[in-house]
């Protein structure tokens, strides 16, 4: 892809992001946090506001400033001014956060604790902001050093994220809007990821991310949104979740860790393996504490137009029939439960069941 057919592309997303997903109003002000980068569409982004009327704020980073931050910066300097900074944050109508690191390899030699320590102070801040009624915007830009990462060739992931941002939100919203009220109804739903794993999750609240920002008092709206677009989502019922679950992949920092079991009771880990890089997901959740290990999201894919799994979570828990769950922290998503991190796991080919019978069944909506 030509340099010049990236800025069309990143222009079309910004208008859209500026005229659809935001649903924006003269006068409003939008943060836009990335890094440096992402700039090119930052830049299409802010310009995009301007020409509605909006006003943008541009929050940029690099990844040496991200990691020194996180290796420099002592742990209660870290969290302090959360509310300050989250009552400035808060004045804004949406916070817009292009992915800020490009190369998570960056972030390798930083010690767990300071890394959690990090990232539950900048959590804090844009919860402090989500409170307060702000809305939010994920846009997940892979980079190059992604691709390398993850084994794909270069140019492989950036396709998939312009042909799966390119989306259209009305038949998102057709598809998601059956399917949210399907869970709605429900109340209960049963996941089944392999011959003997079952896991039963009773649900709260349930939402639609067709990529528009949607009021909370809206059906089925949370106050934010991704990019790519496409999944419904539903908040576990605080400890209730029990059963056991295969998922097929994670990542921390770009490291995939694959093949894993989790048993859960009263909604929350209380046993894991995985067949590759067991050690780091059982130091993550030991670093977390027990509300790390918390269920804190059910998540169902329904992005047509992503046809198959990249190893990029962002776009693999968009796939039509995947599942995903995430532990952690839901405060974002209007839950209760904080924590250092949210972090999704993938199963690609789910049997979902109401007691009707199955939504999704290996994979695919029945």
């Not at 996180?70 to 300097?77: F, G, K, M, S």
């Not at 140019?155 to 399917?179: I, N």
């Not at 030991?286 to 992503?306: F, K």
């Not at 039509?320 to 080919?349: Q, Y």
Request: aromatic letters at 6%; proline letters at 6%.
């Amino acid at each position: 892809m030509t340099a010049e057919e990236t800025r069309q592309r990143a222009a079309a997303l910004a208008e859209s992001i500026a005229t659809r997903s935001l649903r924006l109003a003269r006068g409003d002000i939008v943060a836009v946090r990335a890094g440096v980068h992402a700039m090119f569409l930052a830049e299409e982004l802010s310009l995009s506001l301007r020409k509605v009327g909006a006003f943008p704020i541009i929050w940029a980073t690099t990844d040496s400033l991200v990691a020194r931050t996180a290796r420099e910066v002592t742990p209660a300097l870290l969290v302090e001014g959360v509310r300050q900074v989250g009552a400035w944050l808060s004045g804004t109508k949406a916070i817009v956060t292009i992915d800020p690191v490009a190369d998570p390899s960056c972030l390798q030699d930083i010690p767990e604790k300071n890394l959690a320590t990090s990232a539950q102070g900048m959590r804090a801040i844009l919860n402090e902001a989500y409170a307060h009624g702000t809305g939010w915007l994920s846009v997940a830009l892979p980079t190059p050093a992604r691709e390398r990462a993850l084994g794909h060739a270069e140019g492989y992931l950036e396709e998939l994220f312009w042909a799966s941002s390119c989306f259209d939100p009305e038949e998102l919203t057709r598809r998601g809007t059956t399917l949210a009220r399907m869970l709605t109804e429900a109340k209960t739903v049963t996941l089944e990821t392999g011959a003997g794993y079952r896991l039963d999750i009773p649900l709260g609240e349930v939402y639609l991310d067709d990529g528009l920002v949607r009021a909370k008092d809206e059906p089925w709206g949370f106050g934010g949104a991704n990019i790519p677009a496409g999944e419904v989502f539903a908040l576990p019922r605080p400890g209730l979740a029990s059963g056991e679950v295969a998922l097929d992949v994670a990542y921390h920092r770009g490291t995939p860790i694959t093949g894993i079991f989790l048993r859960i009771e009263k909604g929350v880990i209380v046993e894991m393996s995985a067949e590759q890089n067991e050690p780091l997901l059982r130091r993550r959740f030991d670093l977390g504490g027990a509300a790390s290990r918390a269920v804190a999201e059910l998540g169902v894919g329904i992005n047509a137009g992503i046809g198959e799994p990249s190893g990029y979570v962002p776009t693999d828990e968009k796939i039509a029939g995947s599942v995903h769950i995430a532990f952690g922290d839901n405060m974002a998503l209007g839950g209760e439960s904080r924590a250092p991190f949210h972090w999704d796991m993938v199963s690609l080919s789910p049997t979902l069941s109401v007691p009707e019978g199955p939504v999704i069944e290996a994979g695919r909506f029945v």
